[in-house]
Every structure is written in structure tokens, then in C-alpha cells.
């Protein structure tokens, strides 16, 4: 009677060791899918296409597989989009997760030499400020020292206008371009 006890936990511990050693490994076989796409069996059951692509849409920068591996545990659209806000982005699955057939159907293919050097040439030019807006006359004279005339004839127009507002269209807007000029210039002292 006293080694009863012993007994039980030790067949336990051997029950527990052997389940452990010889257990069920999960593994990912085909995912059955049903007539709208939607897986029906395993980890990806309720996360539809439209249910990705409405998430991909709102958030581009976010992986697919980020995405269908948080609707999986969500089920929803809504706690995903707001997971993203709060955070910035989404967990990465484990390796051992299924791909969804709309990942391997829609994957972006891989970037190969070609495009990455196609994409330098395709970069678009960036303009300083003062080239967008034609100053490059106004920010020489001001390093030069001569700023106070370009600032001066700058200030007198916005001056001029301040005082009232301009019935002639082609007035205000002139006005409007001294004043973003003179704005842009005290900026860079």
C-alpha cells in the first residue's frame, strides 16, 4: 500500500515521456479549400481572399504572410487593421506555418539584378526649395550679403499687398508668391 502512490506517478511520468517522444507531429498537408477560396480545414479555416486583400490594400507595407497569420488567430479584418495602427506592424509567422494558396498564387516574384539595376535610374530627381520656386538668384544675393535689397524688394510687394486685398487674380497671386519667397529665404538664415 505504501508503494502505491510511487507507483501511479511513475507510470504518469513513463505515460507522459512516451507521449512526448512518439507524439503526433503536426504536419501541414494540402489545406482543403472551399468555393470562395476560404480555406475550410486547419490554421488558415476562416480567412478569406477578400479578407487579405483588404488588409494588403489598407497597409501595402505589411508582408502577406504577417497578415493571413493574424487574421488566422483574429478572424477578423478590424483587430488586424487596428493591431497595425497601434503597433506599425504585424509578428511574422512561424516557419512551420502553412502558406495560404492566395500567397502562392499572388506573390510579388523575387527582385532579381535586372530590376535592382533598373531601379536607380527610375528614382525621381528631388528639388531643393529654392530651385522649385526659382530663388537660386534670391539666395546667392543673400549669401553674398546683399540680402537686404532681395529681402527688401520682396517685403515691400508683400507690403503693398498686405494692406488690402486684391480684387485682380493675377495680383493676389503674386502677392502669394513674394510672401512663400520671403518665407523661404528666412528659412535658410
Known sequence: MEELPGIIIAIIVIFFIARYFSGSKQ?????????????????LRGVSTAMIETVHATFPHVSLDAIVYSLSKTKSVQV??????????????????????????HAPPP?????????????????SLIERYNLTAAARAQEKGKARAADESITDNAKD?????????????????????????????
Open 80 to 105: 488586424t487593421s487596428e493591431t497595425i495602427l497601434e503597433q506599425g506592424f504585424l509578428p511574422e509567422p512561424p516557419t512551420t506555418f502553412p502558406k495560404h494558396p492566395y500567397i502562392e498564387t
Open 27 to 43: 504536419k501541414t498537408g494540402p489545406i482543403s479549400i472551399g468555393s470562395d477560396g476560404t480555406p475550410t480545414s486547419g490554421p
Open 111 to 127: 527582385a532579381t539584378s535586372a530590376t535592382a539595376a533598373s531601379a536607380p535610374s527610375s528614382q525621381i530627381k528631388h528639388q
Open 161 to 189: 499687398s498686405n494692406k488690402a486685398w486684391n480684387a485682380d487674380k493675377s495680383a493676389r497671386e503674386k502677392t502669394l508668391q513674394d510672401r512663400k519667397a520671403k518665407m523661404i529665404l528666412e528659412a535658410r538664415q
